[in-house]
């Protein structure tokens, strides 16, 4: 099953069209995604016997690119981000993969849809196309082998990255950075585990305009989605609606000899294989 939201109201998207939720399930189901993804399971047993037909007759292609996309949450108690989480990523920023995944947080004002545009605040904005995985239940203490039963879905992000304010102090902090308007685009829509069996093993790529500077497998991931679940909720109690930016590959902007970074205009194309794409435009270099 996949979830979106789409004009404030969250949506079953299938082949044939958006179903409306609240509106097609006569009250039972909520018209937030926010309080729908700790309830899921129950939500696809309705669904599958339902029989209902598509609110929107939209093809999901369209969808992807229509500006009435939201968030596939937009009210997380918590936003983790894990830097430095693929192999060959840490070693283009001159690092060693890191023993203890790297996290910091992109605060939730900055979570925005698939195709948001996004207002640069320095010349030096980067690109970071990311899987994300939004939780589905409330947990501590999750052993990496029961971790995938606490995800509510995948989802496509992307993780612009204000490197001037990354870099602007010692040492360097990284969450305000992450965080300006529209920094944290997740969607298209949500893609429940039972659609995407093996999130270690998914193509992900990352375009700007036309050029394609990311392409690799979150098999490259230092600490794999499992292995993340568990360290996060051994400190931290994860809750439904919580996002995990978790990482992204070699090919960033930073990472180019010399660096490049993205200008007015640019066309930012994150895509993960099975899962769909982000597209946002970006305006206006301010300084
Ligand atoms: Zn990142």
């Not at 189901?29 to 309705?46: A, H, P, Y």
């Not at 949500?190 to 093996?198: G, Q, S």
């Not at 990472?255 to 194309?269: A, E, I, R, S, Y």
Request: aromatic residues 6%; glycine residues 8%; negative net charge.
């Amino acid at each position: 099953m996949r979830i979106a939201t789409f004009d404030q109201r969250a949506v079953i998207v299938t082949d044939e069209g958006l179903i409306d939720v609240a509106d097609a399930s006569a009250g039972r189901f909520s018209s937030s995604t926010d309080d729908l993804v700790g309830r899921l399971d129950e939500l696809g047993e309705w669904f599958a016997a339902s029989g209902v037909e598509p609110t929107w007759d939209l093809d999901p292609d369209v969808v992807a690119r229509d500006p009435r996309l939201g968030p596939v949450v937009s009210r997380p108690s918590q936003i983790f981000g894990i830097g430095l989480n693929y192999r060959r990523h840490a070693i283009e920023m001159g690092m060693t993969p890191p023993t203890t995944p790297l996290v910091f947080t992109k605060f939730a004002s900055s979570l925005a849809g698939a195709t948001a545009s996004v207002t640069l605040p320095s010349t030096h904005t980067d690109w970071e196309a990311e899987l994300v995985v939004v939780i589905g239940a409330r947990a501590r203490h999750v052993a990496a082998r029961d971790a995938l039963r606490y995800v509510a879905g995948y989802c496509v992000g992307q993780d612009f990255s204000d490197r001037d304010l990354q870099m602007s102090g010692t040492p360097p902090q990284f969450s305000l950075g992450k965080s300006h308007e529209n920094f944290s685009p997740i969607g298209p829509w949500l893609t429940t585990p039972d659609e995407c069996a093996n999130p270690d093993d998914l193509r992900i790529t990352c375009d700007v305009n036309d050029v394609r500077y990311q392409d690799s497998s979150t098999e490259d991931m230092v600490t794999n989605v499992a292995g993340l679940i568990a360290y996060l909720s051994s400190v931290c109690e994860i809750r439904a609606g919580d996002v995990i930016f978790t990482g992204s590959p070699a090919g960033v902007g930073q990472g180019h000899t010399p660096p490049v970074f993205l200008t007015p205009g640019d066309v930012v194309t994150s895509t993960i294989l099975g899962l769909g794409s982000l597209r946002n435009v970006t305006s206006n270099a301010t300084r």
